[in-house]
């Protein structure tokens, strides 16, 4: 059975899941990279980026990376929101822009990116990103035709994942505090008041600071 | 020297210190217990109540009986809003409510109540409470006079730890996140932006799914 998983969202310890003033120089607002610092050293994403340098090495193997590296695993598709594609907003001005990810994305299997504005089908390396406005199951639907038996990523940004927790079609949710107060930004818990009904919560606390929180959504 | 101490400070993962409408009844809102129920089974609090009962024994001696024992340790006065004091606002009506403790509370020691409405000084068994319109230095002053040396216990609510936090008045913070989402309520940490840039950070995670975070001001 396919599930429907979330990886690696991150939140500050007040619940902001980026940071206010998102623009192409800032992606994630005044937060800059604070919220993803505890994944940067981690194998997972050294590998990924190949940036094997003498700071890092290979990448650290501890909690955080056995978290980082279960992103992708059994993963066929992905479903992401517009604004994780671009900064844009509003109908698209060109389609020049490709996303942030250069000529290789590491997704390698199509990706649905829920926007209001319509645009073609778009291929870049082994990634087909598919933009369409569609409610949440229905988003749903398609990744899970596309994915081919596999299971589907819900990528964020956190407005999306919050829809699809308030739809109750998250079956894995994997949350990472990070003991940071943003003050400000995008609230990722608006909403979803007794979501801890649904789900039997897991709580793993890490050396770099940051807590992993898993929500893994109980029989229906 | 005094240091001034917050201590088991109980916090949903959305970021609030109680739910929606207190009062005599639900001093917590609609949290109920929740926020404390990680609390209720350690030997700290167990022998602190005498409910020495068969369905919890003496109480669990875990993580989260460690946190809750560092509580009175070395405290010799306490700094509390006045809505932990009772569930009344406004100007007291009569004098009759004491606290809702009984005839023994659990400070031992002077207790200054933060409240805009004056009252007579309270004694109660081996408390004393103390009424003051204070701003946060000079309540601390107050208390810290009082403590013989010791050091002070600031007892929330949220509101007041806010307060004092905006202040830059707190040395030892320990928050405990539950996981649950209450969706409303007071939230604990408005106003506070960055200030994890006057602290180290800990975090624990504890069998029980809570978090232990402990905040320690690093020296000015």
Do not use: C
Request: charged share 20%.
């Amino acid at each position: 059975m396919t599930t429907l998983r979330v990886h690696n969202l991150a939140v500050s310890l007040d619940g902001f899941g980026t940071g206010e003033g998102q623009s192409l120089e800032t992606p994630f607002g005044h937060a800059q990279h604070r919220l993803m610092q505890w994944f940067l050293p981690t194998h997972a994403f050294v590998s990924m980026t190949g940036h094997d340098d003498e700071s890092v090495g290979s990448g650290t193997r501890g909690v955080d990376d056995a978290f980082a590296a279960a992103t992708s695993q059994g993963i066929g598709a992905e479903i992401m929101g517009r604004n994780k594609f671009g900064p844009q907003r509003g109908p698209w001005e060109d389609e020049s822009w490709r996303g942030w990810w250069g000529e290789e994305p590491p997704f390698h299997s199509p990706v649905v990116v829920l926007t209001h504005h319509s645009r073609p089908d778009l291929e870049v390396g082994e990634t087909t990103f598919l933009f369409r406005d569609l409610p949440p199951h229905e988003a749903l639907a398609l990744a899970t035709e596309q994915a081919g038996g596999l299971d589907v990523r819900l990528g964020g940004g956190p407005t999306v994942v919050r829809d699809f927790l308030a739809a109750d079609l998250v079956d894995h949710l994997h949350i990472v505090v990070v003991p940071i107060l943003l003050g400000r930004g995008e609230r990722v818990w608006d909403g979803l008041e007794g979501l801890e009904d649904r789900f039997d919560v897991e709580a793993t606390s890490s050396p770099s600071g940051v807590v992993h929180y898993v929500f893994t959504r109980r029989p229906r």
